[in-house]
């Protein structure tokens, strides 16, 4: 049978299948759009789902080709599609099992936008339009679980139970995990926290059919290449373990574990390597961070695009006490077998004019009582009824907000930057992402450059009993959030939860009573000032107030650290965490 004529019958099939129970459309009206699917080789591939989305009319529609086919069409109507809309289409194919392709968790995408032209209308649709899947994922979500440390030093312990029990051993308790690692820890290294070769042994011994070692690269552009070449090449075996802040602490302690739990670059890590130049595009991570303040948190399960891993979260080793190690990258795997050139995907700037935000004299607004707060925060008796003696002074403060003209531009960088850089590659986000509308957003003075929280939340019908009759009201929880560059307005990241939670967990008001109760309010001269402060965890920034000379940080647990002097006008304060 001639390949045309199959073509035009599969396409047939896939119209009746689509539209069987819809009245059929006046094909006067109708609007298609027809082209085929292949893969970065150019070789045809079959049996991909393709999505059709009017992103102007938030309309969509998806549909399956022919397992035997490449070919796709979709038939809409032209009530759908007007002269100017964009259509982004996405194309989706799972890859089998093989050696570099482990089942479920492998696929290829490709992502086209095409704006609706009079004569794409006229033409009754667009034909044509091939699609090569040129982005390659990796990501073992749900099966790489995620874990909370249980300590402060217990973030090597949480990683490795992770891939034990990703590999279906144990289960291990982190205590007894944490004492194999730091076991199997360099002589004269850190003695509290597992170091690299202490993870590498560790899973070695419990893994015996898999083999890990400590890869050291140094502090280079080159350098980091091949590091970050050697975490995507082994993806295929499992999530890879690295370090994260380059042990920022002046003692060099292994502290900051984290689990590469996927990756998303143009192509197969292990195609072309016989064909020089071989190299590849990266895109980003997923990443699992035990380092949350409770399971189910923001921040435990993210999106970190390449840029931003390196630039803010994969840095060199600071351990003075094991030399080979000191200032250089840090890997937990096997060297690959080839080498590559590695690009790094700069992130897409989405506005022109940085984000500055304004200060404005402002009345606290009770977010949410305190008593409900995820910790265990308590304000004593006397702050309270000394509160309440100076409640028209201390309920108001000077505040940094963003402009209104700004916040409808971080809006728009936060949406546009999660559909096109994190929704079409994984289908989990994408579910919780579309059940939320977005939040205020937040600016935070950054370590590393400053950068605006973007919350998109969700609805909460809440009832209560008085004794005449139920009284319903409406409570925002968060269930995803997205970091935007203030600079220019790149996409970040972005960390999402199942479950909706309070976010951020201490409010501005509750941080200000906390502060009340340090200090003695009726010596308070000067109205408070206000503002957010990057702390370790980019989702959690501290509190800042200044109170006449005095400043404070009050950390999204709740602690207040000891008030230390405001530094004269004219000085920046130093943010100190």
Known sequence: ??????????????????????????????????????????????????????????????????????????????ANVSSGDTLRIIAKHMLEDGYTTPQNYTYCINITTVEIIQDDIDMGGISGLDLTLNHFCINYYPDYPYFTQEAWNYSGAAVMKMWTEFK??????????????????????DPYCIDPHGMADTLNHLLPSNHFSVGVHENTTEGLEHALHRICWWQYLGPGSLLAYGNPS??????????????HTDMNPHDGTYSAPYGYDVYGFWV?????????????????TAQEWTQNYYKPTYDPRIPEWDDKYITVLEPPEDDANINIVPAKPRFDDAVEPVKIDQVLSDDSAIDNVQFDVKVSAFAKNKHRAFAQDTDRAIVEVIAKNDVLNLIEAAKTGVNEELVPYDAQFAQVFTKTRPGRPMFVSGTNGDYCIVPFNVQLKHEIEPVQKPVRFDKQRTLVVVL????????????????PMKYLPVSKKEALKLVFEKIELNTINDKPVIKLVQSLSP???????????????????????????????GLVIKDIK
């Open 539 to 569: 989702y959690y920034p501290d509190w800042k107030i200044t109170i006449g000379d005095r400043v404070f940080y009050v950390s999204q647990e709740g602690i207040v650290t000891p008030d230390k002097p405001a530094p004269p006008d």
């Open 1 to 78: 049978m001639p390949e045309k004529f199959i073509k035009v019958l599969c396409a047939l099939l896939v119209c009746i299948v689509y539209f069987a129970p819809a009245t059929a459309l006046d094909p006067a009206t109708s609007f298609l759009i027809t082209g085929e699917t292949f893969d970065s080789a150019s070789a045809a591939l079959d049996d991909c789902i393709i999505t059709v989305e009017n992103i102007n009319t938030d309309e969509s529609w998806i549909a399956k080709t022919i397992e035997t086919s490449n070919y796709y069409q979709f038939l809409i109507s032209s």
């Open 288 to 304: 699992n961070d035990p380092n949350a303040l409770s399971a189910g948190c923001i921040g435990e399960n993210s999106y970190k």
């Open 484 to 499: 935007i560059d203030a600079q220019d307005g790149h996409f970040k990241e972005a960390s999402w939860v199942n479950k």
């Open 250 to 263: 002046p003692e060099g302690y292994y502290e900051f574990w984290m689990g590469i739990r996927g990756i």
């Open 168 to 189: 279906q051993e144990g289960p291990y308790i982190q205590d007894e995990l944490q004492i194999m690692g730091l076991s199997n820890n360099t002589g004269g290294s």
